[in-house]
């Protein structure tokens, strides 16, 4: 039985990984091919040439926006996303959630941008409990002046689930700044702790 289990352990070990990532592959791919329904029925690659392409959404996708940059790049395409955002901004709802949606991609995407470049271990839920953080802003604004500290703005990830979180703003002088990279933090945070950066290298070294 010992056997047994140590040869079904190592299979699921095998499997399970590579099963999820053509899980997540798949509705990729699948969410990107709805993009084909931007295209006439009568153009689609099903119709011209006799059969679906798999994958076929992603090139359009990303042929879509690198045409897109292309336009918006020069003086008239800028000219023309400004107009477009000024009609946007005139329409209640819609530019509250455009704007904040904007707001955030540029932070995000950005090569200068401070958001989740960083990985900090703040104190949460309470003293003397630790959790990993990632810092979204360090900009000044009422909450600096209201509380007197300089304080910085973390997302805190759920785990397994990093996607859902709590934002907080914390004293610098609270938080911990850490050396592991964005990636290493979401790993650790997806695995639950089980996948610590560095715990290879050491098992290594101690071997």
């Given at each position: 039985?010992?056997?047994?289990?140590?040869y079904?352990?190592?299979?699921?070990?095998v499997?399970?990984?590579?099963?999820?990532t053509?899980?997540?592959?798949?509705?990729?791919?699948?969410?990107?091919?709805?993009?084909?329904?931007?295209?006439?029925?009568?153009?689609?690659?099903?119709?011209l040439?006799?059969?679906?392409?798999?994958?076929f959404?992603?090139?359009?996708?990303?042929?879509?926006?690198?045409?897109?940059?292309?336009?918006?790049?020069?003086?008239?395409?800028?000219?023309?996303?400004?107009?477009?955002e000024?009609?946007?901004?005139?329409?209640?709802v819609?530019?509250?959630?455009?704007?904040?949606?904007?707001q955030?991609?540029?932070?995000?995407?950005?090569?200068?941008?401070?958001?989740?470049?960083?990985?900090?271990?703040?104190?949460y839920?309470?003293?003397?409990?630790?959790?990993?953080?990632?810092?979204?802003?360090?900009?000044?604004?009422e909450?600096q002046?209201?509380?007197?500290?300089d304080?910085?703005n973390?997302?805190?990830?759920?785990?397994?689930n990093?996607?859902s979180?709590?934002?907080l703003?914390?004293?610098?002088?609270?938080?911990?700044?850490?050396?592991?990279?964005?990636?290493?933090?979401?790993?650790?945070?997806?695995?639950?702790?089980?996948?610590?950066?560095?715990?290879?290298?050491?098992?290594?070294?101690?071997?």
């Amino acid at each position: 039985m010992t056997t047994l289990r140590k040869y079904l352990v190592a299979g699921i070990l095998v499997w399970l990984p590579l099963g999820v990532t053509v899980l997540v592959v798949k509705l990729f791919v699948d969410l990107m091919d709805r993009t084909l329904l931007l295209i006439p029925p009568e153009y689609t690659p099903e119709q011209l040439l006799g059969f679906s392409i798999p994958g076929f959404g992603v090139f359009l996708s990303l042929a879509i926006i690198l045409l897109t940059g292309m336009i918006v790049a020069n003086f008239l395409g800028s000219r023309l996303i400004r107009l477009w955002e000024f009609i946007l901004s005139r329409i209640p709802v819609i530019r509250s959630v455009y704007s904040a949606v904007k707001q955030l991609t540029e932070t995000l995407v950005s090569p200068s941008g401070q958001s989740f470049r960083k990985v900090l271990m703040v104190e949460y839920p309470r003293r003397g409990l630790w959790t990993l953080a990632f810092q979204t802003g360090v900009d000044i604004g009422e909450a600096q002046h209201k509380t007197g500290e300089d304080v910085v703005n973390v997302y805190v990830p759920t785990t397994p689930n990093p996607t859902s979180g709590f934002f907080l703003m914390i004293p610098k002088k609270d938080v911990i700044e850490l050396d592991m990279s964005v990636d290493e933090g979401l790993k650790m945070i997806i695995s639950m702790g089980v996948m610590v950066p560095g715990q290879e290298t050491t098992q290594d070294s101690d071997n």
